[in-house]
C-alpha cells in the first residue's frame, strides 16, 4: 500500500542536512525515499517524520553517493527500523522513563468516539486497546471502526489493540423501539414477553431475548433490572406474557439485564443452560477473526471449556492463528470456577456491570480483589471495567468517591482500566481519559517512593524446564532492576512470553518489550508497564543492543549513561550496562 507523506529528513552527521520531501510512503518490507545532497560520513543515521507526528528511525547499512549532485538512494530494509508513536516518544524525551504511566487504558468506542479524529484524540489521550460491544450497533459499523483504528497506527505508529466484546446470551431485555430510556412508576403494572415488538411497542411492554422465561419464573418472583436500577414483582402469567408490578422505580434503559429472584437468591434454572457463546456470538466472532481483532472477550464465561473451544475454534481459522481470549467474570458460576477460567484464558475482565447484578454489591469489591490477584499470579493480563467515571458521562469532573475506586484499582495493580459509556456515549470522553490518565500517574508514583521494596510473591507457574528459565530470568532481571536503580528494562520477544512474565513482577523501571511482530507488539499493549515498539532484531544481543541504542538514541529516547537490563526469549540471555 503506498501512501504520499511529506517527509522532514535529517540525519546524525550533518544536522545542517535536514530536506522535506513527499514521497510516495511504502509499507514494508522496504522504505525507499531519496536524499538530494549526499552524506559525508558513514554510517549513517537517518530520522524521518511525517508531517502528521509519526516516525521512524534507520540505520542505514550502505548508501551509494553518485557524485555530489544525484539523489542517493537510501534503502532501508524493515529490520532496522524501529516503530514507536509519536505520543509515546513525546512522553519519553520530555518526561524520561520513570515518569511513563504503567497501568493501561481500554476505551469502548460507540457514537460519540467512532470518527477517525475522535479515535485519534482518544490515541493521544493515551488509549491501549479500542473495545467494541457487540452488543450495540451493526457490523458495518464496528468494521468502519476496526479500519479507522487500524489506518491510525499505520499512518501514525500507535499499536492500539482492538477487542471485540461479544454480546453472550444472559437474558436481557430488548432494545425499547429506540427510546433512549423508559420510566417505570412505582405501582405500574408492565408486561415481560419474548414478543417482538419491534417500534410498535405497546406501553408498559418489554420484549424478553429469553424464549424459556414465562415458564421459568413463577408468580411472587423478584425480577432485577440491571442488578436493581428498577424492581418488579411477578403478579400474573398468560401464556407467553409475564405481567409484572413494579415495586421499586427507577429508568428503564435499552438491553438492560435481567435477573430473577425467589426467597433471596438468583435464580438459575434453564437459563443456566443458555450458551455462553450464542449463534450469533459465534457470527460476531468469525467476523472478529476475519477483521483480525487482537483480543475477543467473552461476556458471561462459566466455565473453562467455553474458553478452550474458543481458542481451538479461533486456531482453526485465524489467519496468523493468534487472537487472545479475554475471559468476563460476570457470573456467580464465572467465580466459582475462577482459578480454572483464568488459567485456560490469555487475560480477564473484572466486568462489574453484570457482576454487581448477580452477586450482592458489597461482595464486588473483593470479588475484584480476587481476581486481580489469581492473574497476576497465573501470569494473565487484567482489565477492571464498569462506572470507573459513569459521573462522567453527564458531567466534566468525577465524584471524589469514583477518583477513590480508580486509586483502589491502580493500587491493586491491574494491567488496565476501562471506559464504557464515558468513552462510548458520554459528554467528555477526552476528559474520562485524562482522569484515569493522571489518577493512574500519581498513585503509579506513590507506590514507587513508598512500598519500593515491597515484593509479591509470586508462585512457579512453567511448565517445562525451558519456561522454567524464561521465569527465573525475569525475575531475577525485575529484581536487579530494582536493586540497582536501573533506568529501564528492555527484552527482545518474539511471542511476548517474556515481556508478559517481566510485567508480571510489576517491576519500578519501565519495560522497553521489542518485537517484530505487530500484532505482538498490539497484544502487548493491554500489559501494566510494558512500552511495545516494533523492531527486526537477531539472535546476536551485540548487535541488537548496539542497534536499539543508535535507534532510540538517535531519537532521543534514551542518553549516554543510562542504566539497562536487557534479556532475550532467543538467547535466554540477562545483561546489565549503560547505554555508550
Ligand atoms: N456501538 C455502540 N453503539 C451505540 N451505543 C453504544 C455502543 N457501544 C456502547 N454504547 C453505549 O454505551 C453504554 C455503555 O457501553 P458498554 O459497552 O460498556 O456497556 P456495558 O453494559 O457495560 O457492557 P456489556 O453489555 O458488555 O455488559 C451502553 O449502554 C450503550 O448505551
Ligand atoms: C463490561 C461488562 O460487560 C460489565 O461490566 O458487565
Ligand atoms: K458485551
Ligand atoms: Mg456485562
Known amino acids: 500500500m503506498a501512501q504520499s507523506l511529506s517527509f522532514f529528513v535529517s540525519t546524525s552527521h550533518s544536522p545542517d542536512f535536514t530536506h522535506s520531501y513527499t514521497k510516495p510512503f511504502l509499507q ?85 468516539t467512532s470518527g477517525f479524529e475522535e479515535l485519534e484524540a482518544l490515541a493521544v489521550g493515551g488509549m491501549n486497546v479500542a473495545r467494541i460491544n457487540m452488543c450495540h450497533g451493526t457490523r458495518e459499523w464496528h468494521k468502519s471502526v476496526i479500519e479507522k483504528v487500524r489506518r491510525l497506527n499505520e499512518e501514525k505508529g500507535y499499536a492500539v489493540a482492538v477487542m471485540m466484546d461479544t454480546e453472550g446470551s444472559e437474558i436481557h431485555m430488548g432494545d425499547l423501539g429506540g427510546a433512549p430510556s423508559v420510566k417505570a412508576e412505582d405501582g405500574e403494572v408492565w408486561t415481560f414477553s419474548v414478543r417482538a415488538y419491534e417500534s410498535l411497542r405497546p406501553e408498559r411492554a418489554i420484549t424478553v431475548n429469553y424464549d424459556g422465561f414465562a415458564e421459568d419464573v413463577k408468580v411472587g418472583d423478584e425480577l432485577l433490572v440491571d442488578g436493581g436500577m428498577v424492581r418488579f414483582e411477578v403478579i400474573e402469567k398468560i401464556g407467553p406474557d409475564v405481567k409484572c408490578l413494579c415495586t421499586d422505580p427507577g429508568l428503564l434503559l435499552p438491553r438492560a439485564n435481567l435477573t430473577f429472584w425467589r426467597d433471596g437468591s438468583l435464580v438459575r434454572e434453564r437459563n443456566a443452560m443458555l450458551p455462553t457463546i450464542s449463534s450469533k456470538d459465534w457470527l460476531d466472532i468469525d467476523f472478529g477473526i476475519a477483521e483480525g481483532v487482537d483480543f475477543i472477550a467473552v461476556s458471561f464465561v462459566k466455565s473453562a471449556e467455553v474458553i478452550n473451544h474458543l481458542k481451538s475454534y479461533i486456531k482453526a481459522r485465524s489467519r496468523d492463528g493468534d487472537i487472545a481470549v479475554v475471559a468476563k467474570i460476570e457470573s456467580v458460576d464465572s467465580l466459582r470456577n475462577l482459578e480454572e477460567i483464568i488459567q485456560a484464558s490469555d487475560g480477564a475482565m473484572v466486568a ?75 459528554q467528555f470522553p477526552d476528559k474520562a481519559l485524562t482522569v484515569l490518565r493522571s489518577v493512574s500517574l500519581r498513585i503509579e508514583k506513590w507506590w514507587r517512593e513508598e512500598k519500593r521494596r515491597e515484593v509479591m510473591d509470586l508462585p512457579d507457574i512453567a511448565s517445562s524446564l525451558s519456561d522454567s528459565i524464561s521465569e527465573e530470568i525475569c525475575n531475577s532481571a525485575a529484581k536487579m532492576a530494582n536493586n540497582l536503580e536501573v533506568d529501564a528494562l528492555f527484552v527482545y520477544t518474539k511471542n511476548g512470553e517474556m515481556a508478559s512474565l517481566l510485567s508480571r513482577n510489576r517491576p519500578n523501571c519501565p519495560i522497553f518489550a521489542f518485537t517484530e511482530d505487530v500484532s505482538v507488539r498490539r497484544r502487548l499493549n493491554l500489559q501494566w508497564g510494558l512500552i511495545p515498539f516494533r523492531l527486526g532484531f537477531s539472535d546476536d544481543m551485540e548487535s541488537n543492543l548496539n542497534k536499539t541504542f543508535a535507534l532510540l538514541k538517535a531519537r532521543g529516547m534514551i542518553k549516554s549513561g543510562d542504566l539497562v537490563i536487557a534479556v532475550s526469549d532467543m538467547l535466554q540471555s540477562i545483561q546489565v550496562m549503560n547505554v555508550p
Open 28 to 112: 514494508n518490507p522496504n522504505r525507499l525515499f531519496s536524499l538530494t545532497k549526499p552524506p559525508k560520513q558513514s554510517p549513517l543515521i537517518l530520522s524521518a517524520s511525517t508531517d502528521n507526528g509519526s516516525g521512524f528511525t534507520a540505520v542505514t547499512p550502505e548508501y551509494e553517493t553518485a557524485n555530489g549532485t544525484s539523489p542517493v538512494a537510501v534503502l532501508a530494509d524493515s529490520s532496522s527500523i524501529i516503530e514507536v508513536d509519536a505520543v509515546t516518544e513525546a512522553e519519553l524525551k520530555e518526561n524520561g522513563f520513570r515518569s511513563t504511566r504503567r497501568t493501561k487504558v481500554v476505551c469502548t468506542i460507540g457514537p460519540v
Open 352 to 426: 462489574r456491570g453484570d457482576l454487581g447484578a448477580q452477586i450482592p454489591l458489597e461482595q464486588v469489591p473483593l470479588a475484584q480483589q480476587r481476581i486481580v490477584e489469581t492473574c497476576r499470579q497465573l501470569n494473565k493480563p487484567v482489565i477492571v471495567a464498569s462506572q470507573l467515571l459513569e459521573s462522567m458521562i453527564e458531567y466534566p469532573t468525577p465524584t471524589r468517591a469514583e477518583v477513590a475506586d480508580v486509586s483502589e484499582a491502580v493500587r491493586q495493580r491491574a494491567d488496565a482500566l476501562m471506559l464504557s459509556g464515558e468513552s462510548a456515549m458520554g
